[in-house]
């Protein structure tokens, strides 16, 4: 697994060097919920405010996120991604699902079925777990 982490981390800064594995968690998230607070995605992490107050800033400066104002209380920002941000992650999901296919190539059917199996059930066990 730490192995597996070190090459994510790599991968992360070779697709788009100004970003962190972190920055793209963050990014990720937020275009599956399809928006959040930076309160929610820090109970989310389990991380400090002032972690993602800091990491926002930098998503900010680079025009991949964006604050609105949520329609339902003025009183509060929900961050959503700029169209850089998607243009972005459409870019490093195009990057990753290339690297997988190239990885893969020369697997046999059983071998695929069983790896997807064995994916299927991780991630079951970490929505579980979340």
Known sequence: MTAFARRARASAARTHPELSLVSFTLLSHLEDRQGC??????????L?????SRQVAALERLDL??????????RVQVLHLTAHGVATLAQVAATRRSAFEERLTGWDEADLSRFAAYLLR??????RLS
Do not use: C, G, I, Q
């Not at 607070?37 to 389990?46: C, E, F, K, P």
């Open 48 to 52: 400090d405010k002032s972690t993602v």
């Open 37 to 46: 607070r930076a309160t929610d995605l820090a109970a989310h992490y389990l």
């Open 65 to 74: 996120v964006e604050r609105r104002v949520d329609p339902d209380d003025h």
């Open 122 to 127: 991780y991630n079951a066990a970490a929505e």
